[in-house]
């Protein structure tokens, strides 16, 4: 895996997209090269240039522009009628006693899942991007809730997605970990930008991807992280033994 590093404007994404044009121009199919970025902004934007830089269709010529999360759910055999709902949160609610608010819908291309705010869920959640016991999580935070609590919802939120069979975002990326690589293609190129912002999770992702790559790329800035409260695990970024 390479890393390209770079303050804001000085051209990361430009660079992957001339090392993607070389690669087209020497006749590796679109279809054969993964784009991934962190949130579907980058994404689409990466799409939307690679789009017009070589007048390629975007469905048919780049399936694997997309965010990491978009990809892991395009790799899995979840069906969108597995994916946690508000109904689902509110019959949860009901159940435990505990009003589990839901935050918004899904920003990813091919889901329509929706997630919570509760401060609880989001603790539970954070611990699993992070790859911690949850009661290390909660030792280190603020939240203004007892470990009983959060240990009861933790308990009562996997017992409910276990019995009703359904899925949210980390369980998608748990998921494409453990079995999507059995399903993902092999790739000439593989892309990776604002690699800043990847949680120890994505990068399980990121280095299974790599294997199943000819070339890999990872392409951000380590003072541009913006997502350490979402779990993103900058050292590594640093610290990638690729060449630089």
């Not at 991007?129 to 280190?140: F, I």
Request: net charge negative.
């Amino acid at each position: 895996m390479f890393r390209i590093f770079g303050p804001p404007g000085t051209g990361k994404t430009t660079t992957l997209l001339n090392i993607l044009e070389e690669a087209l121009a020497t006749g590796t199919s679109p279809t054969s090269i993964a784009f991934l970025a962190f949130t579907r902004k980058a994404a689409r934007e990466a799409k939307e240039r690679a789009c017009q830089r070589f007048d390629l269709d975007p469905d048919q010529d780049l399936p694997f522009f997309r965010t990491i999360h978009s990809l892991a759910y395009r790799m899995s055999n979840v069906r969108e009628s597995q994916l946690l709902q508000k109904e689902h949160f509110d019959d949860l609610s009901k159940k435990i006693g505990i009003s589990l608010t839901v935050a918004r819908v899904s920003e990813d291309d091919d889901d329509a899942g929706v997630t919570s705010d509760h401060p609880i869920l989001a603790l539970i959640n954070l611990a699993r991007l992070r790859k911690v016991p949850l009661r290390d999580q909660y030792n280190e935070s603020d939240i203004p809730h007892t470990w009983e609590e959060v240990s009861y919802v933790d308990r009562a939120y996997r017992s409910y997605k276990e019995s009703m069979h359904m899925y949210d975002y980390t369980d998608i990326l748990e998921k494409f970990v453990n079995e999507g690589m059995q399903y993902c293609p092999p790739f000439k190129l593989t892309f990776m930008d604002e690699a800043q912002d990847l949680s120890p999770m994505q990068w399980d992702i990121a280095h299974a991807l790599d294997q199943v790559s000819e070339r890999m790329y990872a392409a951000g800035d380590d003072d541009q992280a913006i997502y350490r409260w979402a779990g993103a695990d900058v050292d590594h970024f640093i610290n990638l033994p690729g060449g630089a």
